[in-house]
């Protein structure tokens, strides 16, 4: 029977502190039972259990971190329990079907999920001498991220977003359309597909958003749900993430799924760690995040990847949203710099009515070179995807121009330049809500776009290819 | 052994202990039932302070502390090339085998193989008197490289017996010495040495010679020294990892370390599965032969990637005992940079700009210095060249990392997100990048290259910067305003922006380019440069110019001349030649 210590010694916020604790290690998880008030030292008879971490120890005094609000709780009526482990999740492939909160436990009214095997919810580090290097793309039917920013089986791709812009949306068309497509990922077919779905800090409407797509596709029985919405305890929202990761690496890499994790919003996760870390009276440094805002995030996004010798996979899109549409934010920067890739969206393309809004140029997918091409998708997909980067960047510097000294002044060559500018993002770019291309069709398209412009004017395309894609009758 | 303590308080990597027992500042201790390494990074009166190279869940107040006696060291012997470590050099292969794909806290290996046998010949004989630094033994470690077992320094006397030559394991005695005091020294292959302090040298000598890359923009325009340090900032996407994998694959040095500071698992995979396969165009052996990698991904422990460029460089230097040319690739420093920020905020340490301790420039310079080209203790000759990745917040270079890194590195390869957004890579920057190296080179250049060299490179950059300022115009008024000459200015600089500075890594000619390939596109570029500027001083009007297909043949020269067809650059100047004259002859 482990020693409960009664009574605490301060509560500021979620974060807890005990006196003359024995035997506490780092990072285990400790149990509150919290009775009514004012008992005056008698025994508390607990009514409540909360759970909480320990976060710092200084001799025997600890530190805890407590996942649930601290309301009801005072100094006299809670009883302090070590449990002796660290923060696990029971797990078994039953918990695909479920909604649960942020902390792993059932919402759903369907009881308790089977519990096969215990994982400890940091999860260690991918020892990069068994990863596999990912190769194998997602066909997602949406033409921006196909043809220009391949999402690879393995990878962490997130979506740079602002509020009000259509990320959601673009999230769950990623979901509908990658889990239908049979011939997602080129060569093997085996692998179940599932999703695990973690919403940190999210509004209501967004979960339900997200729940109600999952059931008219028909995948909700393959979907994992950890809910933790915005008005829920801070200090879950970050554990939230690491028990859905925990989900996804036990089922890609025990149970041998291709899992999908979809992490929204790591905004509000890095603003929760941001709440824990001025608590604890941390020395902040940028915007006052914590220095090791960049550790927890790539602790976060590294969980992505495959072992060799498991046909399972752990995809990641992780959204977020960058504050005040600033790509420059600590959190979307230090996203970007752990994770491969990123896909902006953009409030001005929003504006213009294209759905997806995604401004290509600062849109990139770095494993898509060693996924596409002749042996996965076509051999002229990385010439095309150039072509259309260098050519569309070139749009920009013609509509510079035109703003400064008129259309009509430009030349002829730069003209061209804004037609396919608009028509690339009409075309290329814009497609519908339910709209599922194929990689041809959107090859197919880029090429016809390119034809709007001199021929001389690819200069990032083979000659070879040119001469055989490059239709001189259109 | 070594001093014995509790711990007391724990916060993340940082650890404490009451009360001081006699630790040494930097001493190597060992944390807790499962011995995790830590050091020793702050001593007082009521407190040491140390850092846990592991994860720390699960360690208790109360648990023992050990001191190792010594300062965090590296063992250095044959079979660190072909190899891959973590920040303080466990072999990722040996836990893989032992732990699976996830890397558990406290596990243990031995850095090196002390199994493996090794084929040694000896090199000395009794009666030889050997000083620090003599080469005792050779073993060829890889296909590419002979390993040569060296006196530590600070060593010397006479050899008393050797063994035969024949296979011998790292820890085998080898040789055995007398020194001057009459003790008798047993040595074998294996040395350590502490991270932290720079491995002692003779003399240093100037960089007066490149580290040929093959990359034109950095051959041609910002040379890097052997030796020399450079330092490659730019924000997310603009191919910083790109860069470094490219330069280490063909630069001329003989050894790369590459340290994946606080980087992607996916990378390092990337890097160790495409060095396995990738030849080494000079010795025809794997490039892997003469690699080592050093791996401390973002989410291993944040202690050890600030352990892991240390590591990183004093494997360097050891090659370099040897007589190698080492090149060090550290991606990115600015990953070592926030562990030392993080660390620092979990010490509670007055913060400095943007939270960065106070210290770090003097580690960022105590870092860099460690780079150059030296004379070895036994008197070879060896480099050690620094190439460290800038990761700059939100891309702005004004930051503190990047500023301080300018202050120390030499050369300075700017990487500009709109030039990579619009696919041209290399994304070096021509106008905001610069080497100090170019003067101290520039006879080399002279002597290997040609004489003409430096003048085609001044050239070139003149064109560029010229293109710059018309561009200022152009965004005002338009292009077609402009005067004939300064049209052809523009047209030349496109010439040189598509067809010499950008450079396709994925194309089998165009990755690599010799010197002297390099030299005749300049050339080439700047022999079209002057016979048109000819043709425009005669008041042909650029348009008519811009109708022949000649730009775009001199764009295509990287694709279409292979590299080792060197005389065919002659066709290109007559083709130049028959342009102008069909011009003259047509419309003069």
């Known amino acids: 029977m482990a020693i409960e210590y009664l009574g605490l010694s301060e509560i500021n916020g979620p974060m807890i502190v005990v006196e003359g604790v024995e035997g506490a290690f780092y990072d285990e998880i400790v149990e509150f039972g919290v009775g009514s008030a004012y008992t005056g030292g008698a025994p508390v008879e607990a009514q409540q259990k909360k759970l909480g971490r320990i976060v710092e120890i200084a001799g025997d005094k600890a530190v805890i971190q407590v996942f649930e609000s601290t309301a009801d709780m005072s100094l006299l009526n809670t009883r302090t329990r070590l449990t002796g482990r660290p923060m696990e999740i029971g797990l078994s492939e039953d918990i695909l079907g479920r909604t649960l909160n942020g902390l792993g436990k059932p919402i759903d009214g369907l009881g308790p999920v089977r519990t096969e095997v215990f994982r400890d919810v940091n999860g260690q580090p991918m020892n990069p001498c068994t990863r596999e290097y990912p190769r194998n793309y997602i066909r997602t039917g949406i033409s921006a991220i196909d043809g220009l920013t391949t999402l690879i089986r393995g990878q962490k791709l997130p979506i740079f977003s602002g509020n009000g812009l259509p990320h959601d949306e673009l999230a769950a068309q990623i979901v509908e359309q990658a889990s239908l497509g049979e011939d997602a990922g080129a060569a093997d077919g085996e692998g179940e597909f599932a999703i695990v779905f973690a919403a940190m800090g999210v509004k209501y409407d967004v979960a339900e958003y997200f729940k109600r797509t999952f059931e008219e596709c028909g995948v909700s029985s393959h979907v994992a749900m950890f809910l933790n919405l915005s008005n829920d305890p801070v ?228 000659t070879k290819i040119l001469e055989k894609y490059w239709d001189d009758a259109s | 052994m070594g001093v014995k303590g509790k711990i007391y308080g724990i916060n993340g990597p940082v650890i404490s202990i009451k009360g001081n027992l006699g630790y040494k500042m930097n001493e190597m201790v060992c944390v807790g039932g499962r011995r995790l390494v830590g050091e020793v990074i702050g001593l007082s009166r009521e407190e040491t302070t140390i850092q846990v190279y592991e994860e720390t869940s699960g360690l208790r107040p109360g648990e023992t502390v050990e001191g190792m006696g010594n300062a965090i060291s590296v063992t250095l012997a044959p079979g660190i090339l072909k190899n891959i470590f973590d920040g303080i050099e466990r072999p990722l292969e040996v836990i893989a085998a032992r732990n699976g794909a996830f890397i558990p806290t406290g596990a243990q290996a031995d850095a090196l193989d002390k199994e493996r046998l090794w084929q040694t010949h000896i090199t000395v004989q009794s009666g030889d008197f050997v000083t620090e630094g003599s080469v005792i ?108 994998h490219q330069l280490a694959k063909w630069c001329d040095a003989d050894i790369i370390i590459y340290i994946g500071c606080g980087e992607r698992g996916n990378e390092m995979t990337n890097v160790l599965e495409e060095f396995g396969e990738l030849v080494d165009p000079k010795s025809g052996n794997l490039l892997m032969d003469r690699t080592a990698l050093i791996a401390n991904t973002s989410n291993m422990p944040v202690a050890a990637r600030e352990a892991s460029i240390y590591t990183g460089i004093t494997l360097a230097e050891y090659y370099r005992d040897m007589g190698y040319h080492v090149a060090i690739m550290a991606d990115s420093t600015s990953r070592w940079a926030e562990a030392l920020r993080e660390l620092s905020g979990r010490l509670e340490e007055m913060p400095a700009e943007e939270g960065f301790p106070a210290y770090l420039a003097s580690r960022l310079s105590a870092f860099y210095e460690r780079a150059g080209y030296v004379q070895n203790l036994n008197g070879t000759e060896g480099s050690v060249t620094i190439i460290g990745a800038v990761s700059p917040q939100g891309g702005d270079f004004s930051e503190p990392v990047t500023q301080n890194t300018k202050r120390f590195a030499r050369c300075f390869l700017a990487l500009d997100k709109a030039l990579a957004y619009a696919r041209h890579y290399p994304a070096i920057n021509w106008l905001t990048s610069y080497s100090e190296y170019m003067g101290d080179l520039a006879a080399w250049y002279g002597e290997h290259v040609g004489s003409s060299f430096v003048y085609c490179r001044n050239q070139i950059l003149n064109i560029l910067t010229t293109e710059n300022r018309l561009n200022e115009i152009v965004k005002l008024i338009g292009s077609d305003v402009l005067p004939d000459d300064q049209k052809l200015v523009l047209e030349i600089a496109r010439v040189i922006r598509l067809g010499f500075l950008q450079q396709n890594a994925f194309h089998a000619e165009d990755t690599f380019v010799p010197m002297e390939k390099q030299l005749k596109m300049m050339e080439v570029i700047l022999y079209l440069y002057d016979r048109c500027k000819a043709l425009i001083d005669l008041s042909m009007p650029m348009a008519l110019l811009r109708e022949s297909d000649v730009f775009e043949k001199i764009i295509s020269i990287k694709y279409d001349v292979a590299n080792q067809e060197l005389d065919r650059f002659e066709e290109y100047h007559t083709m130049i030649d028959a342009f102008y004259q069909h011009l003259i002859a047509t419309e003069g």
């Open chain 1, 235 to 462: 200090a879950e929202r970050l554990i939230t993430p690491k028990v859905a990761l925990t989900t996804a690496e036990y089922l890609a890499f025990e149970k041998n799924m291709h899992i999908l994790v979809i992490l929204t919003d790591m905004t509000s996760f890095a603003e929760a760690m941001r709440e824990v870390s001025s608590l604890k009276g941390e020395i902040p440094s940028r915007k006052g995040y914590p220095g090791y805002l960049y550790s927890e995030l790539a602790c976060l996004y590294e969980r992505a990847g495959i072992v060799k010798g498991s046909e399972g996979s752990v995809t990641q899109i992780p959204i977020l949203t960058m504050p005040n549409d600033d790509i420059t934010h600590p959190i979307p920067d230090l996203t970007g710099y752990i994770t491969e890739g990123q896909i902006v969206l953009e409030r001005a393309l929003h504006q213009k009515n294209i759905y997806p809004p995604v401004n290509v140029l600062p849109s990139l997918s770095r494993l898509m070179k060693d996924g596409i091409g002749a042996k996965y998708t076509r051999e002229d997909h990385q010439d095309v995807a150039n072509q259309l980067f260098s050519s569309y960047a070139r749009v920009g510097e013609a509509r510079d121009l035109a703003s400064v000294i008129g259309e009509d002044e430009l030349s002829p060559i730069d003209k061209k330049y804004l037609e396919f500018g608009t028509a690339f993002e009409q075309k290329f770019v814009g497609q519908g809500r339910n709209e599922n291309r194929t990689i041809e069709e959107t090859l197919a398209v880029g090429w016809e776009l390119l034809h709007i412009l001199p021929k001389e004017e690819l200069d990032r395309i083979d």
């Open chain 2, 137 to 244: 033994a050779e073993v060829p470690e890889t296909k590419s490289i002979v390993h040569k077992v060296l006196l530590a320094p600070g060593m010397s006397g006479e050899v008393v017996r050797t063994r035969e030559d024949g296979e011998y394991t790292i820890e085998q005695e080898l040789v055995v010495i007398r020194t001057k005091e009459g003790e008798e020294r047993s040595l074998s292959m294996t040395q350590k040495w502490p991270i932290r302090i720079p491995r002692p040298v003779a003399k240093r000598f100037p960089a007066d010679r490149p580290l040929v890359t093959g990359q034109r923009i950095l051959d041609t325009l910002f040379p890097i020294a052997k030796g020399g340090t450079a330092a490659l900032p730019g924000g997310f996407g603009t191919g910083k990892t790109m860069t470094q």
